[in-house]
């Protein structure tokens, strides 16, 4: 079974073949970091154009890439949100026209969901059930993952994601778009206890995560002139290293069963973080899973490869899918969604 996958929810439109048992067949990406460098973060609007602009095109160089036709492809698997609306309206719709006219099945794909499989994509040994920090541009929080579609959220952050507070430390620091990797290069360079700065939620009894005040310190060591931006950088990511180990050993310790501590998502691509997140899963005696580097950022190879993954359990969807800018992996945060929380 071959699986196309489609991704465009953010400023990544990419394109990727799989197969389902878990061979990459072909991805291709067209970042469209240039586009928005001026801006300093992501113009919806200039990145809706641009994904109508370069999805067919990689569609059909990925399929060059693997020598096949949209003949030998089996499953359509497209990202249906969440995300920048517009954006993800072009893959999904993408995604629709493809199944409509070769009669594939389609499925809608959660991006979330892309990101919390793709570690079973990059090693296929790792079982369900598992524990993932999944950290990205737009979320943090932590999952006992039991299989497709089958997710607990065990925590949340009650205000920024963990990528946004790298995004934001990277524009208070001058070192520009896009800011993680950048943070992550500054960090290396600069001393970590040189700046006091506040770890908050650290230690409390309930689960969930914060990043508003440490971004707020941040700034404030920034404009007292008293620091140079290598020492920030170096200790901002201390912070965030602090935050998300402390609240994962709170859910190592609270007894869900799981064979691995996994981490996803684009900040998943931090070398620090990772060395961090092995210690504590080599502490609490569990297997530590992280993708490569090209696999914890945006593409559509962890998209098709949830199709897969959705695809084998029979989770199919019909045409009448909506694509959602707000999509939580978890039955509970929908329902609450539902409450008007
Ligand atoms: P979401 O997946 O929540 O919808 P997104 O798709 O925009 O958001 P990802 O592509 O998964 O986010 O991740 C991008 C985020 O990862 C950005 O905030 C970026 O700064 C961060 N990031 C990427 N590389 C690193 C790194 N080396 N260190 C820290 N953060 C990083
Ligand atoms: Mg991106
Ligand atoms: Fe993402």
Redesign the pocket.
């Known amino acids: 079974t071959i699986i196309l996958g489609l991704e465009s929810?953010?400023?990544?439109t990419a394109a990727a073949l799989v197969s389902a048992d878990g061979r990459i067949l072909a991805h291709r990406l067209a970042t469209q970091e240039e586009e928005h460098r001026p801006y300093g973060g992501?113009v919806p609007e200039l990145a809706a154009r641009a994904h109508v602009e370069v999805l067919t095109p990689l569609i059909e160089a990925a399929l060059a890439d693997a020598k096949m036709t949209l003949d030998d492809v089996d499953v359509i698997a497209a990202t249906a949100g969440?995300?920048l609306i517009g954006g993800v309206m072009v893959g999904l719709v993408t995604g629709k026209a493809l199944a409509h006219a070769t009669g594939k099945p389609l499925i809608a794909v959660n991006?979330?969901e892309g990101?919390a499989l793709s570690p079973r994509l990059a090693d296929r040994s790792l079982q369900f059930p598992y524990m993932l920090l999944?950290?990205?541009?737009?979320?943090c929080q932590l999952l006992h993952v039991r299989g497709p579609g089958d997710y607990a959220r065990l925590a949340t952050t009650i205000d920024d994601?963990?990528?946004?507070a790298?995004?934001k430390t990277?524009k208070l620091l001058g070192l520009g778009y896009?800011?993680?990797?950048r943070?992550?290069q500054a960090a290396a360079r600069g001393n970590a206890k040189a700046v006091p700065l506040p770890r908050p939620l650290v230690g409390t009894a309930e689960p969930h995560f914060s990043f508003a005040g440490l971004k707020s310190a941040v700034m404030r060591a920034a404009q007292s002139g008293q620091y140079g931006a290598d020492d920030i950088a170096a200790s901002f990511?201390q912070a965030v290293i602090d935050c998300l180990v402390d609240r994962t050993r709170r859910q190592l310790s609270a007894g869900h069963p799981a064979g691995a501590l996994v981490v996803a998502?684009?900040?998943?691509?931090?070398?620090?973080?990772r060395a961090a997140l092995e210690n504590l899963a080599a502490d609490h005696g569990v297997p530590f899973v992280a993708p490569p580097?090209w696999l914890?950022?945006?593409n559509a190879a962890m998209i098709a490869w949830a199709g897969a993954e959705r695809y084998a359990v029979g989770l199919v969807d019909d045409m009448s899918v909506p694509a959602r800018p707000r999509w939580p992996l978890d039955p509970d945060a929908e329902k609450a969604r539902g409450a008007g929380v």
Do not use: K, R, Y
């Open positions: 929810s953010c400023d990544e992501v969440p995300g991006h979330l990101h999944l950290v990205s541009g737009g979320h994601a963990a990528g946004e790298f995004d990277a896009p800011g993680g990797p943070v992550e990511q998502g684009g900040v998943a691509a931090n070398q620090a973080i580097l914890c950022t945006d």
